[in-house]
């Protein structure tokens, strides 16, 4: 006679094993899917740097300079980009920007103004910070804070961070024309906070 219990008994083990190697497979597409769909939000928090600091652009041209620029007027107007209307970016942080001074202290600084991204994980820190788009001539950034206390600058840039505990140069001392990146061991040293790091450039 056929032992049918036995084989109802290991029919039985082997779903229970394929159950659990989907499950375990299930996470694993889970889990790298959500790597995946984090990294696409991080890169697409540096596009939206570029696209919020063309609206503000746009929004001052009339403007002297940038001493009335509010960000809550922008709002209201919907001169702000869709994606950012809630003065929220993708990873979910908080947006702010405004005008670097009124000028009291430098007078340069109604002629700048400053965005800053709250909230940004440490590798999505670090990992903003590694492209190039942000640094040379091109997009008029004339100096980049981190966590309130890491400050890279040009020589030609106006804003004052000679009061930040860190501080860096942005072009070679030999040749002023070279211009440098933040060093991988800068930007770790800066996006020193595991989830709530921010960002902020300064532009003129």
Not at 90 to 98: H, K, N, P, T, Y
Not at 108 to 135: D, P
Request: proline share 3%; aromatic share 12%; hydrophobic share 35%.
């Amino acid at each position: 006679m056929r032992n049918h219990t036995g084989e109802q008994g290991s029919t039985m083990i082997e779903t229970i094993m394929y159950i659990s190697i989907l499950g375990v497979l299930g996470i694993i597409l889970a889990s790298y899917a959500g790597a995946v769909f984090t990294r696409y939000k991080t890169g697409r928090i540096a596009q939206q740097i570029i696209d919020l600091q063309k609206a503000i652009l746009a929004y001052t041209a009339a403007n002297e300079d940038y001493s009335t620029l509010d960000k809550n007027k922008m709002q209201e107007e919907k001169a702000i980009p869709l994606d950012m209307r809630d003065l929220r970016h993708a990873l979910g942080g908080s947006i702010d920007f405004g005008p670097a001074g009124d000028g009291t202290t430098n007078p340069n600084e109604k002629y700048m103004f400053y965005i800053t991204f709250n909230g940004i994980y440490q590798k999505g820190c670090i990992e903003l910070l590694s492209q190039g788009q942000f640094y040379g001539d091109g997009l008029g950034m004339d100096s980049l804070i981190v966590n309130n206390s890491t400050a890279w600058y040009y020589d030609k840039s106006f804003y004052n961070t000679a009061s930040y505990p860190r501080r860096y140069r942005m072009q070679s001392a030999a040749n002023p024309a070279i211009v440098l990146r933040p060093t991988f061991p800068q930007i770790t040293e800066a996006c020193n906070r595991k989830d709530d790091n921010s960002i902020t450039w300064i532009f003129s």
